[in-house]
C-alpha cells in the first residue's frame, strides 16, 4: 500500500465498499456526534468523509487536532445509511472508518476560516494567500485559469499557429505606462526593463519570416490596480501573423475565443465565431456612449441635438450654440415609476462627478417634467418617434461637450439597463470596435498627435497621409470586447517605413527623432517587412468572465493589492547596502513624480 494514498479525497465510489484504503489530506472540519467523530478529509480533488468510533486508536488523535491539518488515514470503505447520503458530494454514497491515523504535520490557529465562502478582508486574504487557495471558490478558479490557458494554447496549435517566447528582460523605451526597470550589474548605472507587452519583439519575429506566432506571455507594467486589472503583471494570448488583412485577424481569433467560452460557459449562450458586429469606433461612442460596449443592454443612445437647436428649453440650446450636444437614453416602460426613479438617476449622475441628468417622463403619450414643458409636445414626439419610443417610454439626456456627452450617456445607459432589469443574462456577447481615428488635436499642447497606436498602418496607406485631413483618417485597428470588457487591442502593423516617417511627420516628429527613439524597428523594416497585424487577449479578464467574479484577483494565484504589494511575501522590499552597491545605485530620498509621456513616443502595446 501506498505511503500516503490509494486513492485520492474524491475518487470512492459504492463499488469501493470493503476495501481498506489509505488517504491523506487536510482536515476540512470536525462534528462530533456524541459517540462518533466525523471527519471531511480534504484534498486537491475533493472530499471524503471519515467516520471515527471512540474504541479506534485514531479517535484521541482526530478528535484533539485542530482543523487544516495534514493528516493520512487508514481505514475501510463502507456504505452510508440512505437517509445520511450526501447527494452534493461525489462520494457522498460512502464515508471511510478510520482504524489508523497519522499526523504529517499540525496546523497553528487559522488566521481566516478555510471551511465556507463567507467574506473575509483583502488584506488577510493576500496575506495568507495559501490559505485563501485552499478555499473552494478560489480553488476552482485557479484550475478553471489553467484549463482556459490549456485550451487557449491547443486552438491556437489547431488555427496554425506556433509558440516562441521573447525575451523578459529588454530595453526600456517610453510606453503607455511606466516601465518596471531592472539594474545591471556588469554595466554599471543601465537599465533592462521588463517588457510591457512582447509587441516589437513579435513583429520582429514576422519581419524574420515566421509566419503565425502566439505565446502566453507575461506582461510587466508599473501602473494602479482597477477591478479588470491586476497591478504589476498579467498574461495576455499574445499573437501576430504575416501576410494578412484585419478580416485575417478576426477569422484567426473568433474561433479561439468564441470556442473557449463555450468550452466553459456552463450552458450560456456565446456570439458565434463569424457573427461578432464591427461596431465603428465613432458610432460606438454615439450609440453606446464607450468604445466598449456592453450588447447585453438593448438601449441604443441618439443625438438629438438639432431637436434642441434653438428650442424653448433654453439649457440644451445654450450648450449647443457653444458646442456642445445632447444624448438621449431610453427609459422603457417606465410610466409606472414614480417621480423618485428618474429624480434618484438625477443623483446618480451628480455623485458620479457630472452635473446632473436630465429626463423626461410619458405616460400614455403625456409628457411630464420641466424638460419636456419647455420643448414642446411636437418637438418631444419628434425625439420619441427617432427613438422608437412607446407611449409609456420615458428618455434621459445627457448634454454638454462631445465627450463628457457621451460618456455620461454610456453610464446612463448602462445604470438604466441595470435598474429596469434589461441586461440579457446568461450571455457572452462579443463584438470587434473598428475603424479608430489615427489622429486627434491635443487641445493642451495645441497640435495634432496619434491617437491611440502609431504604428498602426492608416487605412488608405501614404495616399491617405498625403491627401486627407488628418483627422479624416481612420486607421487599421481594432478592440475586442466582451460583455462591456475590452479583452484586448490590436492592429494591421505599418510595416513600410516610407509611409511610418509620413505618418510621424504629420504629428510634428522628424525622421531622426524616428529613427533615434525607434531605430530597432524601423531599421528591421528597411530589410523587407512583410505586412502583418494581430492582437493580445487578456488571460486574466478572459477568466474572470468565465468565472463570473467581479475583481481580477479571484482568478490570479498570487496577487498583489491594489497598491501593488505582495503582503505574503514583503514585496516590494528594501535591499541590503552590499546589493545596492553591487548595482552601482545608491537610495537617495523620495523620487520625484513620474514625467508625463509624450504620446507620440508610446510604442503599441496590446
Known amino acids: 500500500m501506498h505511503a500516503y494514498r490509494t486513492h485520492n479525497c474524491a475518487e470512492l465510489r459504492l463499488g469501493d465498499v470493503g476495501e481498506t484504503v489509505r488517504l491523506s489530506g487536510w482536515v476540512h472540519r470536525k462534528r462530533d456526534h456524541g459517540q462518533l467523530l466525523f471527519v471531511d478529509l480534504r484534498d486537491h480533488y475533493g472530499l471524503t468523509q471519515v467516520v471515527v468510533d471512540p474504541d479506534s486508536p485514531a479517535f484521541r488523535v482526530l478528535d484533539r487536532i485542530r482543523v487544516e491539518s495534514v493528516v493520512t488515514v487508514e481505514g475501510k470503505v463502507v456504505a452510508r445509511s440512505p437517509e445520511t447520503v450526501n447527494a452534493n458530494l461525489p462520494t457522498g454514497e460512502i464515508e471511510v472508518r478510520a482504524s489508523e491515523v497519522t499526523v504529517q504535520s499540525t496546523a497553528a490557529e487559522l488566521p481566516m476560516p478555510v471551511a465556507g465562502e463567507q467574506d473575509y478582508p483583502e488584506d488577510i486574504r493576500l496575506k495568507y494567500r495559501y490559505l485563501d487557495l485552499r478555499r473552494e471558490q478560489v480553488h476552482a478558479n485557479i484550475i478553471l485559469r489553467s484549463a482556459v490557458i490549456a485550451s487557449i494554447r491547443r486552438r491556437m496549435i489547431d488555427q496554425g499557429f506556433t509558440e516562441f517566447q521573447t525575451p523578459i528582460l529588454t530595453a526600456s523605451s517610453p510606453e503607455g505606462a511606466r516601465d518596471y526597470l531592472v539594474p545591471s550589474r556588469v554595466h554599471p548605472g543601465k537599465f533592462y526593463a521588463l517588457p510591457q507587452a512582447p509587441q516589437m519583439f513579435k513583429q520582429l519575429i514576422m519581419v524574420a519570416g515566421f509566419d503565425r506566432y502566439f505565446q502566453i506571455a507575461p506582461c510587466f507594467r508599473d501602473e494602479d490596480a482597477r477591478a479588470d486589472r491586476s497591478p504589476g503583471e ?112 438625477n443623483e446618480w449622475a451628480r455623485s458620479e462627478g457630472f452635473a446632473g441628468l436630465g429626463y423626461a417622463t410619458r405616460k400614455g403619450g403625456e409628457w411630464g417634467g420641466p424638460i419636456a414643458k419647455n420643448h414642446g409636445e411636437e418637438g418631444m414626439n419628434r425625439i420619441a418617434h427617432a427613438m422608437g419610443l412607446g407611449a409609456d417610454d420615458g428618455i434621459f439626456f445627457a448634454a454638454g461637450k462631445e465627450a463628457d456627452a457621451a460618456k455620461l450617456a454610456g453610464a446612463a445607459r448602462t445604470r438604466v439597463g441595470e435598474q429596469l432589469g434589461l441586461i440579457e443574462q446568461g450571455a457572452f456577447r462579443f463584438c470587434w470596435i473598428v475603424d479608430f481615428p489615427m489622429y486627434e488635436f491635443d487641445e493642451e499642447r495645441q497640435k495634432i498627435d496619434f491617437s491611440h497606436n502609431p504604428f498602426s498602418m492608416p487605412q488608405g496607406g501614404l495616399e491617405a497621409l498625403e491627401t486627407m485631413d488628418p483627422l479624416d483618417i481612420l486607421a487599421w485597428q481594432y478592440d475586442i470586447v466582451c460583455n462591456g470588457v475590452e479583452l484586448s487591442s490590436g492592429a494591421i502593423r505599418n510595416h513600410r517605413p516610407d509611409i511610418m516617417y509620413n505618418a510621424f511627420e504629420i504629428a510634428g516628429y522628424t525622421r531622426e527623432e524616428v529613427d533615434t527613439n525607434f531605430a530597432g524597428m524601423i531599421n528591421a523594416f528597411k530589410f523587407g517587412a512583410p505586412p502583418h497585424g494581430g492582437s493580445a487577449p487578456g488571460i486574466d479578464r478572459i477568466v474572470m468572465l468565465i468565472a463570473d467574479e467581479p475583481n481580477i484577483r479571484e482568478v490570479i494565484l498570487f496577487p498583489m493589492n491594489q497598491k501593488a504589494e505582495d503582503l505574503m511575501m514583503n514585496a516590494p522590499s528594501e535591499v541590503t547596502p552590499k546589493q545596492l552597491k553591487e548595482l552601482s545605485i545608491k537610495v537617495v530620498g523620495e523620487a520625484a513624480p513620474p514625467a508625463k509621456v509624450d504620446p507620440a513616443k508610446v510604442v503599441a502595446q496590446e
Open 234 to 345: 498579467f498574461y495576455q494570448l499574445d499573437f501576430e501573423m504575416s501576410f494578412v488583412t484585419q478580416d485575417d485577424v478576426f477569422a484567426a481569433i473568433e474561433p479561439v475565443l468564441s470556442g473557449v467560452f463555450e468550452e466553459f460557459a456552463g450552458g450560456k449562450s456565446v456570439t458565434p465565431a463569424g457573427e461578432y458586429p464591427r461596431i465603428p469606433y465613432r458610432e460606438a461612442l454615439l450609440k453606446y456612449g464607450t468604445d466598449k460596449p456592453d450588447l447585453r443592454n438593448p438601449l441604443l443612445i441618439t443625438d438629438v441635438s438639432e431637436e434642441f437647436k434653438g428650442s424653448g428649453f433654453g439649457l440644451f440650446a445654450g450648450i449647443i450654440d457653444k458646442g456642445g450636444v445632447v444624448r438621449a437614453v431610453p427609459a422603457p416602460r417606465t410610466a409606472e415609476k414614480s417621480r423618485k426613479f428618474f429624480d434618484d438617476m
